[in-house]
């Protein structure tokens, strides 16, 4: 396991992460615009290390709540 997704599974103050085996959700910790804008930083951390230990499962998702279609959920699946 990298030291990315060590720190991603031990989730964070704008995120929370649930591993289910090899598979990964990372979400943000409610649906608040600050909250969202927060989470905003480690999804892109994900997108940019994208198959470093672990692929994006499917396209990430966004929300269409708020002015901006700001990532609201990613999921992972973990390389052996």
């Given amino acids: ?8 599974l031990a989730g964070g103050s704008s995120y929370h992460a649930k591993r289910s085996g090899l598979s990964v959700v990372v979400k ?15 999804a ?11 692929d994006l499962a499917i396209r990430p998702h966004q929300t269409s709540d708020h002015a901006m279609d700001y990532y609201d959920m990613l999921v992972l699946t973990l390389h052996d």
């Avoid at 396991?1 to 991603?8: D, E, G, H, S």
């Avoid at 892109?44 to 672990?54: F, V, W």
């Fill in 1 to 8: 396991m990298t030291p990315f997704i060590a720190q991603l």
């Fill in 44 to 54: 892109e951390q994900i997108l940019d290390n994208d198959g470093d230990g672990y």
């Fill in 28 to 42: 943000p910790t409610s649906g608040s615009e600050a909250v969202l804008q927060a989470f905003q930083s480690i």
